[in-house]
């Protein structure tokens, strides 16, 4: 990341209960906030430092998901959970400040229904469109998150699919359209009810180039009931 050197990070996550409840629960909602400070999840806010908001370039994406025909919920002032800050840390460690500002999207993975992977294939176009389309010079990093295979109630609880974790950490750079065309069951029978998480990936990757390259790729099933994985993906040349 230090090499890449981005300028804005946007960041495809769900909210855990912590912004947005299951009585209110908006299928996609973008940030346009000047500062986006850690919640507290229940032990008060992670000692991290809070997040400067992208907000030209939060609108400009907000314009063209409307132009598009997407509705998404516009957070003029919210707080961000581990969803982001998770991956921000991950990528850029524990700084006394951020280098880079934040777009974050939230997508709805918790409340029935959740979108379909279509319909996130089909926003990370708009999102590709809108950095394209961008007057300025920013340079753009993509973090797509969720868990992999994991479950965490009913029968089920504790499943995890390494096969198919394993065979998303490689689709997903080659065969992404394969995981765009698949039914949301087909996701919960995958890679279990949480693991449908795994569809906001698709907002990473179809604001990607078709042909990319995989600069990494690690996977782990921990003891924790969640497949833990990443990539790290560049437009081929």
């Known amino acids: 990341m230090r090499e890449a050197r981005p300028d804005i990070a946007v960041v495809a996550f769900n ?4 912004s947005f409840f299951l009585d209110r629960v908006p299928t996609f909602a ?4 000047e500062t986006y400070h850690p919640v507290d999840e229940g032990w008060g806010p992670r000692a991290i430092p809070s997040f400067e908001g992208a907000v030209d370039f939060s609108w400009h994406f907000v314009d063209k998901l409307v132009e598009r025909h997407f509705d998404p919920l516009i957070c003029r002032e919210i707080e961000v959970d581990h969803g982001l800050q998770v991956p921000m840390a991950l990528f850029f ?3 006394e400040r951020w280098p ?3 777009l974050p999207i939230w997508v709805n993975t918790i409340q029935y229904p959740i979108p379909t992977p279509q319909r996130c294939w089909e926003l990370g176009k708009v999102l590709r469109e809108a950095i394209e389309s961008w007057p300025g010079d920013e340079r753009v990093v993509i973090l797509g998150t969720g868990g992999l295979s994991h479950q965490l109630q009913s029968a089920r609880a504790g499943f995890i699919n390494q096969a198919a974790d394993r065979a998303w950490l490689n689709g997903i ?3 992404p359209e394969t995981y765009s065309a698949m039914s949301r069951e087909d996701y919960v029978e995958q890679f279990g009810s949480e693991g449908a998480e795994l569809i906001m990936w698709l907002v990473m990757r179809a604001a990607m180039d078709e042909r990319v ?3 990494h790729k690690h996977y782990h099933a921990p003891a924790s009931m969640t497949g833990a994985g990443m990539v790290v993906l ?3 040349a």
């Open 15 to 18: 909210d855990h209960g912590n």
């Open 30 to 33: 973008v940030g346009v906030a």
């Open 93 to 95: 460690g524990r700084p």
């Open 100 to 102: 880079v500002k934040v």
């Open 173 to 175: 750079a080659i065969n």
């Open 213 to 215: 390259n995989l600069i």
């Open 234 to 236: 560049e437009n081929a």
